[in-house]
């Protein structure tokens, strides 16, 4: 008899705490609420390239070769010593890629100590004017990423030379922007009827 009033007194006390023995977990429907902020990084990639030209240039005697323009308008020499220097007869070679030309100086061509003499092409709108211009009558010196201009003299020696080629650099970089969007995830709650810390109530039988 104490055991069974025991009991239904203990049944009537959960029955009022709304309490049970079983613990029944409830979710929130997606969209029902606020939606989960999650940050997300977006990287982006920039490139960027410059380029540069390099020249290698010799010289075994007096008359050296100064410039040579990326665009084939000219080709500059240079008598760098203390005489004069006749180069008629010899001859300045430009190749570049598979296209080569050849111009050769008149035999009364006569460069000056510390004089520049430049070569033009028949296109560059320059006027003939020896001894420092001498235009060509219907070439055009070619155009390439890597050009090599010599001078050859009357014995078909090489007597200066210039190298210029084109040297791509590229750098590429990562920029991270953050972005900070919603998931569109409804909150999950799970109660727990007998666990719930926030409802908890507490049953003492004196």
């Known amino acids: 008899m ?4 025991y009991r239904s007194l203990l049944e009537g006390e959960e029955a009022r705490l709304h309490l049970s023995g079983r613990s029944t977990p409830t979710m929130q429907t997606p969209g029902s609420g606020r ?5 997300r990084t977006v990287l982006t990639r920039s490139e960027d390239s410059s380029r ?9 005697g007096d008359i050296e070769i100064t410039e040579q323009d990326i665009e084939g308008k000219f080709v500059k020499l240079h008598n760098k010593g203390e005489n004069d220097v006749n180069v008629g007869g010899w001859l300045l070679v430009r190749k570049a890629g598979e296209q080569s030309i050849t111009y050769k100086f ?4 006569n460069v000056k100590p510390g004089v520049h003499v430049t ?17 060509m009558k219907s070439q055009q010196w070619p155009v390439s990423s890597n050009v090599t201009t010599k001078l050859i003299n009357s014995s078909g020696e090489e007597v200066a ?6 040297n791509i650099l590229s750098t590429s970089s990562l920029r991270s922007d953050g972005f900070r969007g919603s998931l569109g995830l409804g909150t999950e709650e799970l109660y727990h009827q007998q666990g719930d810390p926030r409802g908890q109530e507490k049953c003492v039988l004196m």
């Open 35 to 39: 939606g989960v902020k999650r940050r």
């Open 52 to 60: 540069n030209f390099e020249t290698n240039a010799t010289a075994s």
């Open 106 to 109: 008149h035999r009364s061509v």
């Open 161 to 166: 030379s210039r190298n210029t080629y084109r």
């Open 119 to 135: 070569i033009w092409s028949s296109d560059a709108s320059v006027t003939h004017n020896p001894p420092t211009d001498y235009v």
């Open 2 to 5: 104490e055991i069974a009033a």
